[in-house]
């Protein structure tokens, strides 16, 4: 079965990091672009940002850039987003996807991001 | 605001068609293909149209999509009380170097 699941998800203070983590089965992962996307509550979907198979190509939406990373390791199957500086405008859940030229054809069931004090 | 725009909300009656909207710019529908979701809240989004008119695997010919210059539209005819969701387009944007979503339009079958 295809399947992505997420984790890492957590409350965190203002200023702080969190690192999300997706683990990829029953697909050959190093083979497709990978991303991630945000739903901030009571709010639509926010691409983040991709990353191209062999982790060399790497885009983000403007509000994360410099502040967040996206990586990979396609020996372990995995997909990963560094976030740090956090603050309360990166409440989410948070979404890794399967990016098949532009479309997200496979989700994980997301991750939920809680910047408070 | 997104870049993509979309009416916030659609209805309907089951059995009727329902179109929504999706107007964009040169930048992005006018140069790229448009993707559909499909979002209940709790749940996974879903993607149910690929490349402006393609089905995704499993999606019912209920759903059709469109894409004419700058604007898209994805039109579910038959409507089923199981449609009740919100629906988001997206695309590559050339000047932003990323993927942008429409707002979503929350569709309520009555």
Same mark, same amino acid.
């Given at each position: 079965?295809? =399947? /992505?699941?997420?984790?890492?998800?957590?409350?965190? =203070?203002?200023?702080?990091?969190?690192?999300?983590?997706?683990?990829?089965?029953? &697909?050959?992962?190093? $083979?497709?672009?990978?991303?991630?996307? %945000?739903?901030?509550?009571?709010?639509?979907?926010?691409?983040?940002?991709?990353?191209?198979?062999?982790? %060399?190509?790497?885009? *983000?939406?403007?509000?994360?850039?410099?502040? &967040?990373?996206?990586?990979?390791?396609?020996?372990?199957?995995? /997909? *990963?987003?560094?976030? +740090?500086?956090?603050?309360?405008?990166?409440?989410?859940?948070?979404?890794?996807?399967?990016?098949?030229?532009?479309?997200?054809?496979?989700?994980? =069931?997301?991750?939920?991001?809680?910047?408070?004090? | 605001?997104?870049?993509?725009?979309?009416?916030?909300?659609?209805?309907?009656?089951?059995?009727?068609?329902?179109?929504?909207?999706?107007?964009?710019?040169?930048?992005?529908?006018? %140069?790229?293909?448009? +993707?559909? *979701?499909?979002?209940?809240?709790?749940? #996974?989004?879903?993607?149910?149209?690929?490349?402006? $008119? =393609?089905?995704?695997?499993?999606?019912?010919?209920? &759903?059709?999509?469109?894409?004419?210059?700058?604007?898209?539209?994805? #039109?579910?005819?038959?409507?089923?009380?199981?449609?009740?969701?919100?629906? *988001?387009?997206? #695309?590559?944007?050339?000047?932003?170097?990323?993927?942008? &979503?429409?707002?979503?339009?929350?569709?309520?079958? /009555?």
């Amino acid at each position: 079965e295809v =399947q /992505l699941v997420e984790s890492g998800g957590d409350l965190v =203070q203002p200023g702080g990091s969190l690192r999300l983590s997706c683990a990829a089965s029953g &697909f050959t992962f190093s $083979n497709y672009w990978m991303a991630w996307v %945000r739903q901030t509550p009571g709010k639509g979907l926010e691409w983040v940002a991709n990353i191209k198979q062999d982790g %060399r190509d790497k885009n *983000y939406v403007d509000s994360v850039k410099g502040r &967040f990373s996206i990586s990979r390791d396609n020996a372990e199957n995995s /997909l *990963y987003l560094q976030m +740090n500086r956090l603050t309360a405008e990166d409440t989410a859940v948070y979404y890794c996807a399967r990016d098949v030229d532009g479309a997200l054809d496979i989700w994980g =069931q997301g991750t939920m991001v809680t910047v408070s004090s | 605001q997104s870049v993509l725009t979309q009416p916030p909300s659609a209805s309907g009656t089951p059995g009727q068609r329902v179109t929504i909207s999706c107007s964009g710019s040169s930048s992005n529908i006018g %140069r790229h293909s448009v +993707n559909w *979701y499909q979002h209940l809240p709790g749940t #996974a989004p879903k993607l149910v149209i690929y490349r402006n $008119n =393609q089905r995704a695997s499993g999606v019912p010919d209920r &759903f059709s999509g469109s894409k004419s210059g700058t604007s898209a539209s994805l #039109a579910i005819s038959g409507l089923q009380s199981e449609d009740e969701a919100d629906y *988001y387009c997206a #695309a590559w944007d050339d000047s932003l170097h990323g993927h942008v &979503f429409g707002g979503g339009t929350k569709l309520t079958v /009555l």
